[in-house]
């Protein structure tokens, strides 16, 4: 168990449909990354939040919405899903202090596979 | 910008033959480079760092910023070493605050 817990594990949803992802980050992580696994696509950078703040945007759709909560827990918002969106979606946190040098290890949760329908 | 390019989608090799994966980088800045592995089914894991220098199962990567590669090589590739494997890159500044770059990912598959 890497300490970063990500539900739910598998999703099936419909064309249409709403999903929330949800991530705990390791304990004392400030820093949390969604990233989406996909075949074609390999590995995307989501969007990045740090202590509660937007810190930085990939290639997020305008569909997706994300949060980090004062908690620093973080969920990622899935809505008016296509089929394009099936994929695995991870999660991944990291210690380090916002700005500062130093290599960035970031640990990843076990994903959450979404299939839609 | 920074991109990662890991130019094999796909490598076989047999047990007890060495191995070496390939990835470039462009990156303006300072770069750190990491190779992390996913094993089939499992959460990706970090595997090496460049700025630790270590070895881990085997496995060593070193950053040469003439070439701007950090190729992860193994002497002598054993059949648990089948997985993902990805090359990413971290932008220490900027604001950015570290998010990881990751090239397309290797899938190596260990023979007998």
């Known amino acids: 168990d890497s300490g970063v817990t990500q539900t739910p594990k598998h999703l099936i949803t419909a064309t249409g449909q709403r999903v929330t992802l949800r991530c705990s980050p390791r304990?004392?992580?400030?820093?949390v990354y969604w990233y989406q696994q996909s075949l074609d696509q390999g590995l995307q950078f989501l969007i990045h939040?740090?202590?509660?703040?937007?810190?930085a945007k990939g290639n997020i759709l305008e569909r997706f919405s994300a949060q980090q909560f004062p908690d620093l827990h973080s969920e990622l918002n899935l809505s008016s899903l296509e089929l394009g969106d099936s994929a695995l979606y991870f999660c991944?946190?990291?210690?380090?202090?916002?700005?500062?040098?130093?290599?960035?290890?970031?640990?990843f949760g076990a994903g959450s596979r979404l299939t839609v329908l | 910008a920074q991109r990662v390019t890991q130019p094999e989608k796909l490598l076989s090799v047999f047990k007890g033959a060495p191995v070496e994966l390939k990835c470039n980088y462009s990156?303006?800045?300072?770069?750190?480079l990491f190779w992390y592995v996913q094993y089939s089914r499992q959460r990706l894991q970090l595997l090496l760092r460049?700025?630790s220098r270590e070895s881990i199962k085997g496995f060593t990567a070193d950053l040469n910023k003439g070439e701007t590669s950090f190729h992860l090589k193994k002497p002598f590739a054993q059949e648990e070493d089948s997985a993902m494997y990805y090359c990413?890159?971290?932008?220490?500044?900027?604001?950015?605050?570290?998010?990881?770059?990751f090239g397309q990912g290797t899938i190596l598959t260990v023979h007998p």
């Open positions: 991944a946190s990291s210690a380090r202090l916002a700005g500062s040098r130093g290599a960035n290890v970031l640990t």
């Open positions: 304990s004392g992580d400030l820093s």
């Open positions: 939040y740090y202590n509660g703040e937007e810190r």
């Open positions: 990156y303006s800045g300072s770069p750190e």
């Open positions: 460049h700025i």
């Open positions: 990413a890159l971290s932008d220490a500044g900027g604001t950015s605050y570290g998010k990881l770059t």
